[in-house]
């Protein structure tokens, strides 16, 4: 009777030692395809969250520069005692920039960041399926397009996800995390678990345009514009009183050019184009300032003039 109970407490112990091992989050090796604002503020997050992280981006020289922008973008951060030296050291050492797709093979997840365009996102999982592991997931950042849209693309549908990050991605924590129609329970809690070993703070939407925080911020957006163009008030006294007023970190506008005006024009089209609400229409001067090629920090003109066209201010 004694053995018997040994034995039942050293298989619990080991059970226990077991389940342990597994639960413990392991250093996931995490893509991000498309090296612009959006992908190399998630690149931030994955290497300086403890991940090994590859940037990939179709044109390698883009790639290489997003790498220099993360490298940085820490450097600032310990510079103003955000991480030690070391943390960013062996977070940029974990970190490399690719342009060949083949280069994500060994990822536990990939994260797309290219254009909001379903055709452009779709042609990209399709190439992923023939790269990729076959238990590895693909995230989607999209936030105006359906994820069970997109993941019907892919021969793993249950396998792919929306994982919206919130921009500037490197400096806020919030992220939703959107299941497809055909998304598996398993994919959804690991897609959860690795965010939060990011230090990130998931959060579950349902698979509908602008999800939570671009339902709102779109619109809002649009209204600011709006009163730029009716002769309201300047774009600074604006983003001053939203900030003042409503405790915003940004104001609209100066949040319009960190994402760029032609990001926020395909995102008012997407919007209306799914939605038919008024307040999603483009406005007229956000149009005409795309076409002039003032597109925010990124060309150094915007509603703002800009002396240096990096966006990762720490």
């Not at 392991?26 to 498309?34: E, H, V």
Request: glycine content about 8%; overall charge neutral.
């Amino acid at each position: 009777m004694i053995h018997g109970l040994v034995v039942d407490r050293v298989i619990l112990t080991l059970i226990t030692m077991l389940h342990a091992m597994l639960s413990k989050p392991l250093q996931p090796t995490i893509a991000i395809a498309g090296a612009g604002t959006m992908g190399t503020g998630i690149a931030i997050v994955a290497a300086r969250g403890g991940a090994n992280t590859i940037l990939f981006d179709a044109d390698e020289k883009r790639a290489r520069a997003a790498l220099n922008d993360l490298q940085r973008f820490l450097d600032r951060s310990v510079q103003l005692d955000r991480l030690t030296l070391e943390q960013a050291q062996v977070a940029v050492s974990r970190t490399h920039a690719t342009g060949c797709l083949q280069d994500l093979s060994a990822a536990d997840l990939v994260v797309e960041a290219v254009f909001e365009d379903h055709a452009v996102k779709a042609n990209l999982i399709c190439a992923l399926d023939d790269v990729l592991r076959p238990d590895a997931i693909i995230a989607s950042n999209t936030s105006t397009l359906s994820i069970t849209k997109l993941a019907a693309t892919s021969r793993r549908p249950q396998q792919v996800v929306g994982l919206h990050f919130c921009l500037p991605a490197q400096l806020m924590k919030l992220v939703e995390v959107t299941p497809g129609l055909l998304t598996s329970v398993e994919t959804l809690v690991r897609a959860e678990q690795i965010c939060t070993s990011l230090g990130q703070i998931p959060i579950r939407t349902k698979d509908t345009p602008g999800f939570i925080l671009n339902r709102f911020a779109i619109p809002f957006n649009n209204d600011a514009i709006r009163l730029v163009e009716r002769g309201v008030a300047s774009p600074a006294d604006i983003d001053r009183g939203v900030r003042t007023a409503l405790g915003y970190p940004l104001g609209p506008l100066q949040l319009v050019d960190l994402v760029g005006l032609d990001t926020q024009m395909r995102l008012c089209e997407a919007f209306y184009e799914n939605t038919r609400d008024p307040r999603h229409v483009c406005p007229p001067l956000l149009q005409q300032m795309v076409a002039a090629g003032r597109l925010g920090k990124k060309s150094g003109q915007g509603f703002y003039n800009y002396e240096s066209t990096s966006t990762f201010g720490a």
